[in-house]
């Protein structure tokens, strides 16, 4: 697995999380990166994108609450998650694109449960 993601878990109604998502090789450069996730029966949505020059794209569910950045010296996206919601509750799930490419890398997905 190329991109390794760590920092899911449980978390209260109102908490805060932080998720982070990095590709060890250093000779990579990626153009954009990001994370989606997927809820317990619902299909996979986008939650957060950043391009390598730092142009931040949100869902409209997470706008004001989640925060993504990136460490381009560390090929490292981070997702900041604060005011967490029940809803929050999914499988959360790093990429990232290449340049010159049209198929992502994906991480291997880590779970966020959020209790209300």
């Known amino acids: 697995v190329q991109l390794q993601a760590s920092g899911g878990g449980l978390a209260q109604a109102g908490g805060s999380l932080r998720l982070s998502c990095a590709d060890s090789?250093?000779?990579?450069?990626?153009?954009?990166m990001g994370w989606y996730r997927q809820a317990p029966g619902k299909e996979r949505e986008l939650v957060a994108t950043?391009?390598?020059?730092?142009?931040?794209m949100y869902a409209d569910s997470v706008k004001g609450r989640f925060t993504i950045s990136r460490d381009n010296a560390k090929n490292t996206v981070y997702l900041q998650m604060n005011s967490l919601k029940p809803e929050d509750t999914a499988v959360y799930y790093c990429?990232?694109?290449?340049?010159?490419?049209?198929?992502?890398?994906w991480g291997q997905g880590t779970l966020v449960t959020v209790s209300s």
């Open positions: 990429y990232a694109l290449r340049w010159g490419r049209s198929t992502p890398s």
């Open positions: 090789r250093s000779s990579v450069r990626y153009n954009r």
């Open positions: 950043i391009s390598e020059g730092g142009n931040m």
